[in-house]
């Protein structure tokens, strides 16, 4: 993988998401949140190692095994304004399964609650995903007593349908969307 490249930016209308390549997931391992966020153009608060140390280690576990995947792992949501600050991340899992669709996950801290960020942020990840790669096959699974999220995906379209159990994060609700991107 070339780190010298830029990496992309997805852009809405309030928000950046910038890709994080491996060697800046290493080093915000390492604690240097303040260098990446030099490199995104946003403040990467400490909530980053605290809470998300297993995430940022799965994503690069993935980078180092699958460079093409990087495209389609962890990005930090970023209010694009004066002072911009990392409220959330998102990513997908993965690029898309053998069915043709990408899941996608995100978190969106209590503080940025309520404002529509979450809703934008995933759209636009969508967007990306069917201009880029041509898919329109999308799918989140959401534990039941998220109802913010639920929230979330119904604004987007996303319908449930059906349940699924996983190993880290329990039972889950599965909500899909077909045919993003083709009206």
Do not use: C
């Amino acid at each position: 993988m070339n780190h010298d490249v830029a990496p992309s930016v997805v852009r809405s209308e309030r928000l950046a998401m910038p890709l994080l390549t491996a060697d800046q997931l290493e080093r915000m391992l390492a604690g240097d949140l303040a260098g990446v966020g030099a490199e995104i153009g946003a403040h990467l608060p400490a909530w980053w190692i605290q809470d998300r140390h297993w995430l940022l280690q799965l994503r690069l576990r993935q980078l180092r095994e699958a460079p093409e995947t990087g495209p389609w792992l962890l990005r930090p949501i970023v209010l694009a304004d004066d002072e911009p600050v990392s409220m959330g991340l998102l990513n997908f899992h993965g690029p898309p399964d053998d069915r043709g669709f990408a899941e996608i996950g995100y978190e969106l801290r209590p503080e940025f609650w309520g404002k529509g960020y979450a809703t934008e942020a995933v759209r636009a990840m969508f967007d990306w995903a069917a201009a880029e790669h041509g898919v329109t096959r999308f799918r989140a699974g959401i534990a039941p007593d998220n109802q913010r999220s639920m929230n979330v995906v119904t604004r987007l379209g996303m319908r449930r349908v059906g349940a699924q159990w996983d190993d880290g994060d329990g039972l889950e609700l599965l909500w899909t969307v077909e045919g993003w991107g083709l009206a």
